[in-house]
């Protein structure tokens, strides 16, 4: 049996703020996503993750040119931003920035949305707290991965690519410094986050340690 | 009763609840609104309170108490807040204040935290004694008559807080404002698994022929609940599949409008006999989620809507739900996936038509729509974010809290 130290699996929940700021127009969006605070940028665009259901749109800026705006161009253009990319939210805002700036220069006049469809920026207030579960070994973590919440998934696999950057995820960096297991840690770093749910995710994940779990059990006849 | 969620809530919420509840321990939390019978928010305090006190914490429900004149003027407050022409004069006003000084005084209003449900009783801030007062406003307020609004807001904007269920529900105001939407229970008698004798045995009482499909409407005779549209609705289907329609809903203390609804809907309906308007005593409980639990397709066709619980009930029975796209209905229902969204009699018609032809694309919805609730619209996230909400208000300034 392995001995390292073990994963320790967090939850994080978001409780939702409202700005007071709101936007009905492609113009009065770029307006406000130049001055509303880094904490409304994260919210719409990394935590994005945390609620979709539907894997058309990555952000909610996309999710609104698509479904309120009715501008599928420029929704596209929205999703293609990857936000894990950015070095930080002033970064990234000015990619969205960019991103609107062209589509105006384009396409000058967009059409307003419906009352009640407008663009409201929001922020998140963020609840950190232990999930309560601990594997200590390859095998428990299988099993941890299966019956986790899917906000621990969001916060080991999305969130932390925030917190440790280069696009390294709690998960894959336990697997790799823990347990010294590369090749798996390389695997779970090739799965593509803006590509799936919190659910795809999960079996993605799943599968793979399964994998190497199996492999692990297997007896080789001498 | 904690336990009794295990297995059922996000073990996530269950955690998160314990936690809250060790750092509110002992301390007061009080709950006001204006009915303990009929709707949503009756409903969810009556399981809310028991809950929060297992917590740890002094959860305390008030029922702010009013005579008809009251309540009709709240009633046409409620309306002109969800965009109803309608004229509220200085009396009216004054008169409202006026019940809720009253109800001051039998109050016990010095809890460390108060939350303030709904328009009706909102006035009681200027009787405030200590702790944080939170303003919760259930209704869609997304386009009020202005000058209601006005003077409703002089009362919201002395609070800590404000709540709404949904974010463009949201007004200008100069308090922080969050958006948290209601919630079911999952253990109560109304969403719990029924056994199919428990079922049928409900059911008999009613006399409803079972041999077809049921279109169901659970909510109050309120206009904006749209009862004439769904009859309409039926009446499309009807052409083309042979289907019954079940309305029913209970009576709410104060809703003075329901009967004249009542009966207009009866006359939409004529004698029909496959169309059965159900007037429920408040609490049927066990009847409502029969009901659900027989019903084909279940329909909350709102016009205007604060959030419509009815529809994460039906979500969570695993029925395929077609909404009107209104208030709360659309953060619930996510179109082609877990229910319809319709903006029109003929929108609904048409995906009724298309559920009752096409049983593996109502059970996958169903399917759908049953986890989307499990994850958002069950009472432990409720209270787990009206604690989350105390516990950030008393660390403002922090968008992270570890616990």
């Known amino acids: 049996m392995e001995s390292v130290g073990p994963f320790e699996f967090r939850e994080c929940i978001s409780l939702m703020k409202s700005t007071g700021e709101k936007a009905k127009t492609l113009r009065e969006l770029r307006d406000l996503i130049a001055i509303i605070s880094d904490e409304s940028i994260y919210h719409h665009t990394y935590q994005y993750y945390l609620r979709r259901q539907i894997l058309e749109y990555n952000n909610d800026f996309a999710h609104w040119a698509g479904e309120s705006l009715e501008e599928s161009a420029l929704s596209e253009y929205f999703s293609n931003i990857d936000p894990f990319l950015f070095k930080d939210i002033g970064e990234l805002r000015k990619a969205l920035l960019k991103v609107i700036d062209d589509y105006l220069e384009r396409f000058p006049e967009p059409r307003e949305t419906m009352p009640g469809e407008e663009f409201y920026f929001n922020e998140a207030i963020i609840l950190l707290f232990p999930e309560g579960l601990r594997a200590n070994n390859l095998a428990e973590f299988l099993i941890a991965i299966k019956y986790i919440d899917l906000p621990s998934i969001y916060y080991h696999f999305y969130e932390a690519r925030v917190r440790l950057g280069s696009g390294i995820d709690d998960f894959s ?22 590509m799936h749910t919190l659910e795809g995710i999960r079996e993605h994940l799943a599968e793979m340690v399964e994998e190497e779990v199996r492999k692990d059990m297997e007896v080789v006849p001498r | 009763m904690i336990d009794e969620y295990s297995g059922i809530a996000p073990k996530g919420d269950l955690i998160l609840l314990q936690k809250l509840g060790e750092k509110m321990k002992n301390r007061s939390f009080l709950h006001v609104n204006s009915t303990r019978a009929g709707g949503g928010v009756a409903e969810i305090l009556q399981r809310m309170i028991p809950i929060l006190m297992e917590l740890g914490i002094t959860a305390k429900w008030e029922v702010i108490q009013g005579d008809s004149r009251f309540f009709d003027i709240t009633k046409k407050i409620h309306n002109a807040l969800q965009g109803n022409s309608e004229t509220i004069t200085k009396e009216m006003w004054q008169y409202h204040f006026e019940v809720n000084r009253k109800n001051a005084e039998g109050c016990q209003l010095d809890a460390d935290a108060v939350l303030i449900h709904d328009p009706q009783p909102s006035p009681l801030i200027e009787f405030r004694k200590k702790g944080q007062w939170i303003w919760r406003c259930h209704i869609d307020v997304s386009n009020p008559v202005k000058e209601v609004w006005k003077v409703l807001s002089r009362y919201c904007e002395k609070y800590d807080a404000a709540i709404f269920s949904v974010q463009k529900f949201a007004q200008a105001m100069g308090i922080d404002q969050f958006i948290i939407p209601p919630a079911i229970d999952p253990i109560s008698e109304k969403n719990r698994e029924l056994r199919g004798d428990e079922i049928i045995e409900t059911v008999a009482k009613f006399r409803l022929p079972t041999d077809r499909p049921i279109l169901l409407q659970v909510s ?96 969570w029975k695993g029925k395929p739900v077609i909404g009107g796209a209104a208030g709360g209905i659309p953060l619930q229902i996510t179109h082609d996936i877990t229910g319809f969204l319709v903006h029109s009699v003929e929108g609904a018609a048409f995906r009724v038509r298309q559920l009752l032809n096409n049983p593996e694309l109502a059970k996958r919805m169903g399917e759908n729509a049953r986890a989307y609730i499990r994850a958002n619209f069950l009472i432990t996230r409720q209270i787990r974010d009206y604690l989350s909400l105390w516990y950030y208000m008393e660390n403002k300034g922090r968008h992270i809290l570890e616990l």
Not at chain 2, 280 to 296: C, V
Request: with cysteine; net charge negative; proline share 6%.
């Open chain 2, 220 to 315: 109050r005779f309120d206009r904006f609940k749209d009862p004439m549209g769904v009859i309409r609705v039926y009446q499309i289907v009807k052409k083309y599949n042979d289907c019954i329609l079940i309305l029913a809903g209970s009576p709410a203390s104060d809703d003075p409008e329901g009967e004249m609804v009542l009966n207009e809907t009866r006359e939409a309906a004529g004698n029909d006999p496959d169309i059965h308007i159900l007037l429920l005593p408040p609490f049927s409980d066990i009847e409502i989620n029969a009901l659900q639990r027989i019903a084909t397709v279940i329909l909350q066709k709102s016009l205007k809507e604060g959030f419509g619980l009815t529809v994460s009930e039906a979500m």
């Open chain 1, 173 to 194: 960096k336990w697997v790799e410094g823990g347990l010294g297991r590369k090749d798996l840690a390389a695997k779970i770093r090739n799965i593509d986050p803006l």
